[in-house]
Each structure stands twice: as C-alpha cells, then as structure tokens.
C-alpha cells in the first residue's frame, strides 16, 4: 500500500482498495491458522491456485490465506464469499470439485458441509452452525475475511479508522476516559480496568514511556492470543497506537512466546507494512505523532508472561519476576513507565475507539464488559476458539457451542484459567462466565482455556499435573514456590502411587495456603487454585485413592489393573503383539488373558482391542 | 567450528540487547545448538557479561548447550493434550527412541522435547516434528512417523 498521508487519505486509499476488490466475483478463504497447517492446508491452498489458473478464473476468484476461524478441529476450513459458503475438512481432492460445482455452477458441494449431528440437515453457511450460532464474534469476526499478510485487507474493512478518529477528533484524555468508560479489564487474566492502568502510566512524569503486548500466552489449554495475533495482526497494531497516543508513548514491544512462529512472523510483517504505510514511526498520518513497534521473543518460560519477568526478558536478562511494590506503570521496561496489556485487551480499543464506550459497555454483565475469547477444547465434541459475550454460561458454552460430550462419557467438569485456575465441576455450570463468578467458584477467569474434563479424567492426576507443570516453570527466585511446589508434587506423587494416608492431604492444603500467601509472584500465588479447588469439589476421588488404593477414572498406573472380558475377546491377539511386557497369554482364537504380575499398566491392549474386550479398574 | 554466521546474526538485529533471545534462537537454529565460541562472540559484541549470557541461556528451556540430534521431535504435555492421551505418546516415544525428554539418541539422530503447550490445543494431542505439525495424535501414529525417519536415515533398511 502506499503511504497514507492523512485521515482523509486513509479514508481515499480504503475507498481504492474496495473498488479493485469489486472486480473479483468470489472470494476463497482457506485457513492458514496454525491448526489447519497441521491438516494440510497448505497442499489445498495451493491447489486452489493451480485450479483457478487452469481453469483461467484468476481474474474473478480471489484467494485468500487468511487467520484462524476457530473451528479447527474441523479443519482445513474453507469459506466462499460473498455465497456464505461454509466448507469443512477439505482435502486436495475435494479442490477440483468446489472450483466445478461451486464456483462454476453455484451448486454446493454436499459432502463437504457441516452436517448437524441432530437432525442430520447439512448447514451452509457457518452462522448457522450450532458451534457458531451463539457466539459474538466481535474480534475475531474478520480473522477468515482477510489475509494477515496484506495490510489492504485490513484497511478495507475499516482498519486504521478508529486510530485516525482518535489522532484526530480526541485528546489522550478523552480516549483514556473512553476506554475507562467502557469498562474494559484486562484479557490476560486479572481482570485489572485497563483504562485505569492507561491513566496511571500517562500521570506518571516521564519523558520515556513505553508500552507492551503480551504475547506470551503460556496457560497451557489456551490460544486466542495466538489466533488473535496471527490472523488480524493489524488490530493489534492499531490498539497499541492508540494506546501510545494516549498514554505517551513513543516505542511499543510485541512479546511473542517462541512456540508461535507464525504469529511472531505475521506481526512482523503488520509492523513492516504499516511503517511503510505511515501508520507507524515518524509523523504517523501526518499527524506529527511519532511511534515504533519491535518484537521480542521468548524463550520457552512459562513465568515470562508475569509482567517483570517479561519485561527483564526484554530487557535480555533472566526471567525473574520481582516484587510489584513499586506497579510497571510507575517503574517498567529500563525503570520507565510502562503499559503492558495482553493481545486481546490490545484488540478491543480499537472496537471501542470505533464504536463507542456506550455500545461496548451494553454488552456483558455489570462488572464484567464485552466479550471474550475461549478456547475450547479437551473432551468436548466441537473444539476451537469462541467468542462470547461475558455473563453466558459455563452450559450454554460446553454444551450449545461445543456439542456436549465427545464420546459418550459424562462431562464432569471444566478447566478454566489454566495453571493459575482451578476446576468447576458440573453441577456449576449454570455459573455465568464472569471475572469475578469464576473467582468466586474458586477457579478464575485467567487468559481464556477451558478444558473440559470427563469421567475419564482423575482429578488427582489434573492436580498433580498442574503441580508438575508449576514445579518446572518456577524461576525458583522465591523459596516458597520452589520448595513448595516440589512437596505438594511429592505429596500428591505419593497419593496416585498408593502411597498417600489422611494426613497427606491436612498437608497438601496448609502447605497450599503457605505457598499461595508467601510467594512472590502471580506465579506461586496462584499456584495451589487446581489443588484446592480439586480438593474442593472433588475431595472423594482423593479419598478414594488413599482409602480404598482406587482410581475411580482409571488414570492412576499403580491403583489400576486391567483385564480381558472372555465373552468379548475373540483371540485376534492384537493385544498380545503389542503388549510391552508379554503379560498376555492365550492362543488364537482363543479369549486371551491377563497375566497381572507382568503386566505394566501401559494400557496399549485397551487402546488396540476393537472389540472393546480390556477393562480397566 | 565455522562461526561465520554469529556475526551476520548479531548484525541483523544490530546487536542490540532487546533481541537477545531472538539472536539465541537464530544461532541455535544455526548450529542446533548454542556453541560455546558463539556465546563469547554475542557477549563481547552484546558488552554483556559471559555469566549473565549463561544465566539466560540455561534459564530459557528452548536453549541447549549441548548439540541436538538432525530431527526433532517435539511433543506438547499441555493440559488438552495431556487429558486426550499425550503421556502415552511420551511414554511410547522415550520406549522407542530410549532417551528421556531433553535427550539426543546416540546415533545424533533424534532429539526429543517436550513442551507444555504448543497452543494447537483444539486438535491435541499435537507432537511437532522437524517443524511439521501433526494433530490428533496416538502412539501407534507418533510411532508410525518416527519409524519412516528411522527407516530413511539407516538408508531404507527398518
């Protein structure tokens, strides 16, 4: 795009790009998000580009690459434009077809629709899927309508408008109390008023401001930033412009942790395009205001998205956190006042700019404003990224969204706020997701995974595993969380291997209490929430595995033993071949057996059996 | 060792601290590995001290002093991955390849990494090999991929 003078060019070089879009009839999107890739959208893309040149359609089908729709466990997703055409798990077979049947003759492609698993109609177009029907996609709505490589994209759609309208027609003031107003809080997880934060960063004296975007989303379970960022990398460029412009900013950093390498790449290429465009560095839209972006990268730390660390991370230096005496906003990046605010926190200002606090703050619950991103997944039919107005609840989300359960097995709770959360279990589920009903529920709202758990998941082990997870990501600075977290480990090590009596778990809870009131950071603080609200709602299966030595999901390798069902087994010896440790016998044919004092709890017979023969207890 | 490229990488980010780790990442990918001879050039062009170099090269887990195998395998525990079956791929992979996490098999031929989330989490569980994704996996499948690579690193013999 060409450099974009002012905000009656911007509004010129939008009109420009509309009227050279218009020539194409159809408009294909294919996903490029990280979760396609994996199901080989690549391969379909470029057989879209073969097709069309073959079939000479480049001059009226345009093919798009585009962000994250979310629904990737359909993936590759393919959506046609301006017919609405929703087209699922496409494969490089299927391309020929949609280019002969769809775009040559506008008839649909059956087998490639969603088909609703009730009453079995096939769906056209994706708002009409059940997974999308009750979201409100408000910023991720354009992630499949534009390439995040092509700046012109973004400007087509109104990109770059809330901040000439903010350069222009609004003073910092006014859009801090905008964004004050409108009540947005902080997507990362506390949940802390951004306005506030903004306002606090500007009043601190200073000749050298910075701000950041957090990008270095660890919560296991979790990606919206990830989506966020690399489908509509623009948006988040234009929330951190204003934001500078507001607080007084003049250089900004975008922190993206090392396992996205796509998003990392995208934004990138935003800033690239953007300082070409005049939309970033010197006289910004003519406007004499000066603002440059860089990336930072990570390194594979987990406590790295706890503001200090992060900012001692770019800083080149360890990632440790340090006391939050003195807030970032007063002593930050090089002792200078510095706004850090998440990627989806960054991706609403520009909403709100546009369409005002009013309009943002009609949308949620009283404390609790706007929509936000979850991911959903785990042991749930429909997995993916879904944006929900704040105050739905846990049910409409896991079952009207998601479908319910994935295999028949009962959903006994949810994961929510990853390490830093804790689980609520099924009869809860009436709760409206909120920041503070979560906090409430003793869980949190946190940066937006939700996993979803069924009866064949122990919750002694999602303990123990968030336990593990923490252990190792401690920076180890402050001895609470370092030795702390290695006993409650041990201690809940112990009870999975059978080890554990009555007094484990009076230990496991105060040492819990001690760690979440001493430790220094967010990190450790948080630390104990899966353990105590595991203890909490489901104190019987730890009873169970220290009282009767039983794993009630069948998890735990030393409590558990399998068998082979006789009136089931046929003899394939499927089982036999694949067992580790030769702990089957039983001729062909023949029902097999289990010899139990070999046998190592592996589970691979159970996983091989077709006949669903192996029983585990 | 050639350590001609540590310069043009320095260079590229014009040595400046706050891309530190970008500059670690860049040498690593490099050399699969963070040689020693690199880190003193980075240190003394960075004016950053040899120790607190250090510091940051073991504190962040995606870094390794010591060399890597030619394939990666990267295996993601997070917690959707982790409730679909990942530790039985990690199990089945240490069996396979007779290494623990963090390890390079004898021959240098494989690396195995596990990580805690490769945020793909919609289609875990996710193992990542030489940089390809691959969702929806079991252990028979993670098997499958890493014998075909075995296959053709022993010239076509199993």
């Known amino acids: ?617 | 060792m050639e350590l001609g490229a540590v310069n043009g990488i320095i260079d590229k980010y014009q040595a400046k601290i706050t891309s530190l780790i970008s500059i670690l990442h860049d040498i690593q990918d490099q050399y699969n590995y963070l040689p020693e001879m690199a880190l003193k050039k980075v240190a003394s062009r960075l004016q950053m001290d040899l120790n607190d170099l250090y510091g940051v090269a073991t504190f962040y887990k995606s870094f390794s002093l010591v060399s890597k195998g030619r394939h990666s395998i990267t295996l993601c525990l997070g917690t959707a991955c982790h409730v679909q079956g990942g530790p039985k791929i990690l199990r089945e992979m240490k069996k396979e390849l007779a290494i623990e996490p963090g390890q390079t098999t004898k021959d240098k031929n494989f690396s195995l990494e596990v990580v805690n989330c490769l945020g793909v989490c919609a289609i875990g569980p996710v193992m990542v090999v030489d940089g390809k994704f691959y969702g929806e996996m079991n252990w028979v499948k993670a098997k499958r991929i890493v014998e075909k690579i075995m296959k053709k690193e022993n010239g076509g013999r199993a």
Request: charged residues 25%; glycine residues 12%.
């Open chain 1, 1 to 617: 795009m060409r450099k974009i003078k002012s905000a009656a060019d911007l509004e010129r070089a939008r009109e420009q790009i509309i009227s050279k879009q218009k020539k194409y009839a159809t408009v294909i999107s294919v996903c490029g998000g990280t979760g396609c890739q994996a199901y080989g959208c690549a391969k379909v893309k470029r057989a879209f580009q073969r097709g069309l040149g073959k079939e000479k359609l480049r001059g009226r089908v345009v093919l798009k690459y585009t962000g994250c729709p979310g629904f990737c466990e359909r993936g590759p997703l393919v959506t046609l434009y301006p017919q609405n055409i929703f087209y699922q798990r496409v494969k490089v077979e299927d391309v020929p077809l949609i280019i002969s049947e769809t775009i040559q003759n506008g008839r649909k492609v059956e087998h490639l629709l969603f088909e609703d698993s009730v009453d079995r109609q096939k769906i056209i177009s994706s708002q009409e899927i059940p997974f999308y029907r009750s979201q409100m996609r408000l910023l991720l709505k354009n992630n499949d309508l534009i390439d995040p490589t092509q700046i012109e994209d973004y400007v087509a759609v109104g990109g770059y408008q809330s901040l000439a309208q903010a350069i222009y027609q609004m003073n910092p003031e006014q859009i801090i109390k905008e964004i004050k107003d409108s009540g947005l809080r902080g997507r990362g997880g506390a949940g802390y008023p951004t306005g506030k934060k903004w306002e606090e960063c500007r009043k601190t004296p200073g000749d050298t401001k910075y701000i950041i975007c957090n990008c270095d989303e660890g919560d296991p379970g979790a990606f919206m930033d990830r989506s966020l960022l690399e489908g509509n990398p623009h948006s988040i460029l234009e929330g951190m412009l204003i934001g500078a412009y507001a607080i007084g900013a003049s250089q900004g950093f975008i922190y993206v942790r090392h396992e996205y390498p796509l998003a990392h790449k995208h934004a990138e290429i935003a800033i690239t395009q953007a300082r070409k465009s005049g939309l970033l560095g010197r006289n910004i839209l003519g406007s004499g205001f000066d603002f440059e972006v860089e990336t930072a990268k990570g390194g594979g730390a987990f406590v790295c998205g706890e503001s200090t660390a992060l900012i001692a991370s770019i800083e080149g230096k360890v990632g440790e956190p340090r006391s939050k005496q003195v807030h970032t906003v007063m002593q930050g990046l090089w002792e200078k006042p510095t706004n850090l605010n998440n990627v989806e926190t960054w991706a609403n200002v520009p909403l709100i700019i546009r369409q005002g606090s009013q309009w943002f703050s009609s949308i949620g619950t009283e404390k609790s404003k706007g929509t936000k991103i979850f991911s959903l997944v785990g042991r749930v039919k429909n997995t993916g990224l879904v944006e929900v107005p704040m105050g739905i609840t846990l049910k409409e989300i896991i079952f009207d969204i998601g479908g319910g359960p994935k295999d028949g097995k009962a959903i006994k709770a949810v994961q929510t706020g990853g390490p830093s959360g804790g689980c609520i279990p099924a009869f809860l589920f009436d709760l409206p997701v909120d920041y503070d009903s979560l906090t409430q529920a003793g869980s949190m709202m946190g940066s937006g995974g939700m996993i979803v758990l069924d009866e064949g998941t122990c919750m002694v082990d999602m303990a123990k595993y968030f336990v593990h997870f923490l252990r190792e990501e401690s920076c180890g600075k402050c001895l609470p969380c370092r030795e702390g977290l290695k006993r409650m480990g041990e201690i809940l090590e112990g009870i999975t291997a059978g080890r554990g009596n009555r007094e484990s778990l009076f230990l496991l809870e105060e040492l819990a209490t001690v760690v979440a009131d001493t430790s220094l950071c967010g990190l450790g603080k948080t630390a104990p929430n899966p353990v105590l609200s595991a203890l909490k709602y489901f104190r019987p299966e730890f009873e169970d595995h220290i009282d009767q030595k039983r794993c009630p999901a069948g998890v735990c390798t030393a409590l558990i033993h399998y068998s082979i069902a006789e009136e089931s087994c046929v003899g394939c010896g499927a089982c036999k071949k694949i067992c580790p440790t030769k702990a089957i016998a039983g001729e062909k044919k023949q029902s097999h057996r289990i010899i139990p004092e070999l046998c190592s709890q592996c589970g691979s017979c159970r996983d091989v059996c077709k006949m669903n023969a192996v029983w585990v207890q």
